[in-house]
């Protein structure tokens, strides 16, 4: 069952596509006459997409696909009329033109506007109203989305990429939980490696949710004055990526390494599981830690939970420390300290090497820079109106903090 927030976005979008089709039907009764041509509310219902600059990409091919049918119909219809090799010549030249022309999904819409036309003998009236419905109906749905925008799913972003984070934290307690209580199977491990997988598919979701974020800012009134959060949620979102990478790196490492069956193990075994459990369970915090601090950068209250990232990646440096000591013992002459082969160590290293926090504090400042002339951009034409409306020294004051700011 969808809820609250996924029931209002269904009515938001039924109400759009409604007002578009009544909208286009209208348009059409008082621009055209003769009968009525339901081609633009149709236009409009398939031109009407989420955000803007989809709507105006959609028109723009619709546009093209009707163009090139009621063409290609009216030099038919002026040779030959309708005749049954005339059809098949208007659907194959207008399939071949649409090909040519890119019009990808819209492809078929040139055979059809091609047949329609040719059907009334090509006259004159049957070409200039599908001609024209179409670019009401295009007009109408580019229209709306840029005069009733949808919200900006920024919230459904931002909780989809701590989503991935909460995951890969999850997986690897879950390993570390294994690891502490038991010797491990390559059985066992795999199950690991299958979960750390799966990850990948809400990692799919969170970059379709960053991507939509991204796209429904441009051109949407609702995304005015506020923040751009979309590149900092792909930057995190990239590093967790990489931190999986490492991560099903790790598992595959430890499963070569694992035996078939459980081999019971001695002291020293046991305590490099520990150890390495140790080491896994502070570094699910790092990841933990990480993904609050991209949902912290969205929200502009980033300055506490990078003291907590701080204080987990602390935790995981002093738990391989203890673990470093432990590479004192040869594992060649102990079998039982298998996990201390390189190559695991070195996977553990790299999941940690994308949570860096000085890498993610100079990618914010640098996000920042980069915001900065985009604002003094838009606001200086308005400096001027502030002066004249704003009492004097309020406008003198104003503008020092903006420059400030700016600086900044």
């Not at 036309?117 to 109408?140: C, K, M, P, Y």
């Not at 004097?392 to 503008?399: I, K, N, S, T, Y």
């Amino acid at each position: 069952m969808a809820g609250p927030g996924g029931s209002r976005r269904a009515l938001t979008s039924t109400a759009r596509l409604t007002v578009a089709a009544v909208a286009s039907y209208l348009l059409t009764l008082a621009l055209t006459s003769g009968p009525v041509d339901l081609t633009g509310a149709l236009t409009a219902l398939l031109v009407l997409q989420a955000s803007a600059t989809s709507s105006l990409r959609m028109g723009v091919v619709r546009v093209g696909a009707v163009l090139t049918g009621v063409l290609v119909a009216v030099a038919l219809s002026t040779l030959a009329g309708l005749t049954w090799w005339s059809l098949a010549l208007a659907v194959g030249a207008s399939l071949l033109l649409a090909r040519v022309l890119r019009l990808g999904e819209q492809a078929l819409e040139t055979p059809i506007s091609a047949m329609l036309v040719l059907s009334v003998g090509g006259q004159g009236i049957a070409a200039e109203t599908r001609v024209v419905t179409t670019l009401i109906g295009a007009g109408v749905g580019v229209a709306l989305s840029v005069l009733l925008p949808p919200p900006v799913p920024t919230r459904t972003a931002v909780g989809e990429v701590r989503a991935v984070a909460q995951e890969q934290a999850e997986c690897l307690r879950d390993a570390a939980g294994s690891m502490a209580a038991r010797p491990l199977t390559r059985a066992e491990v795999g199950s690991w490696l299958a979960r750390a997988r799966a990850v990948a598919d809400v990692a799919e979701r969170a970059s379709a949710a960053v991507g939509e974020v991204r796209d429904l800012r441009r051109f949407n009134p609702r995304a005015l004055g506020t923040a751009d959060v979309a590149p900092g949620l792909r930057s995190g979102l990239e590093a967790l990526d990489s931190s999986l990478l490492a991560l099903r790196g790790l598992f595959v490492a430890v499963r070569q390494e694992a035996p078939e069956r459980a081999e019971p193990d001695d002291d020293h075994g046991r305590e490099v599981r520990a150890a390495l459990a140790v080491v896994l369970t502070e570094v699910a915090d790092c990841l933990d830690a990480f993904g609050a601090l991209v949902e912290a950068e969205a929200e502009g209250a980033e300055a506490e939970v990078e003291q907590r990232l701080a204080r987990s990646l602390e935790g995981a440096g002093e738990a391989r420390a203890t673990l470093t000591e432990l590479l004192l013992v040869d594992p060649r002459e102990h079998t039982s300290l298998w996990l201390l082969r390189g190559t695991i160590l070195l996977a553990v290293e790299h999941v940690l090497t994308p949570l860096d926090l000085e890498t993610r504090a100079r990618e914010r400042a640098a996000r920042a820079r980069g915001r900065a002339p985009v604002l003094r951009a838009a606001a200086t034409p308005l400096v001027p109106l502030a002066r004249r409306v704003l009492p004097g020294g309020f406008a003198r004051r104003l503008a020092r903090r903006l420059a400030r700011r700016w600086r900044a």
